[in-house]
């Protein structure tokens, strides 16, 4: 899955102007934050810590417009804890998200 940076470089742009150096510090908080919340996600167990990190990974995609994340993140609500199929994307998310 290939990230689309539309939406999400439009905020970055918005929220850093002309500041190259606060644009890059922004999109690497980005990545930080979600590589936390999946490895939260990863290592919930029971359905209310896997909702609350599958929230959170919403709530940040959606601060950043990364609207394909915020599809992910709603698939990640509607399953079982330790779904592997939904932690793979998320993974192949983060991976792509860098190229």
């Known amino acids: 899955m290939a990230f689309e ?14 500041d190259s150096s606060l644009h890059a510090e922004l999109r690497a908080a980005f990545r930080e934050s979600l590589e936390q919340q999946v490895d939260l996600l990863s290592r919930a167990r029971c359905d209310g810590n896997w909702v609350v990190a599958a929230q959170r990974i919403k709530g940040l995609a959606a601060s950043f417009h990364a609207e394909p994340l915020m599809v992910l993140a709603d698939e990640a609500v509607e399953t079982a804890p330790g779904d592997p199929v939904v932690l793979r994307k998320l993974t192949a998310f983060i991976d792509d998200f860098d190229r």
């Open 5 to 18: 940076y539309g939406a999400f470089s439009a905020t970055l742009s918005a929220a850093a102007g002309e």
